[in-house]
């Protein structure tokens, strides 16, 4: 999504622009009905950007979950910049045979590894 102007996203909150610093080299990753999901230029985070109300409630969860409850082990790591989600950039697992049973649990298995190596859950919103 070369070119995409990401003001549209947050309409006239020009602080939540300010914070977040968007530019334009972000690359467009996903879209689902709820979100859309940017990498940065740096390759080290995602940026998931609600479309609506769901949207913005799998932030928070995501947030919550990883942040209020303490789930660290499992998740990847994130934080909320007003209603956007950054999260430490996750390569997907593709081998789904000879994952751990915990992934399981997790939607679709909708899991991989940080750049520590570690094993996470990168899509855990409610």
Known sequence: MPGVTFGIFFGRDRKLQNNVK???????LAETDKRRVFLSPSGKYVLKVPLNERGEDENWWEHYRYNVLGWKDLYAKCRLVGKCLVMEFVKVATDLKNLPDWTRDIDCAQVGWNRKGKLVAYDYGN
Not at 22 to 28: G, L, Q
């Open 22 to 28: 968007m530019r334009r080299d972000w690359t467009f």
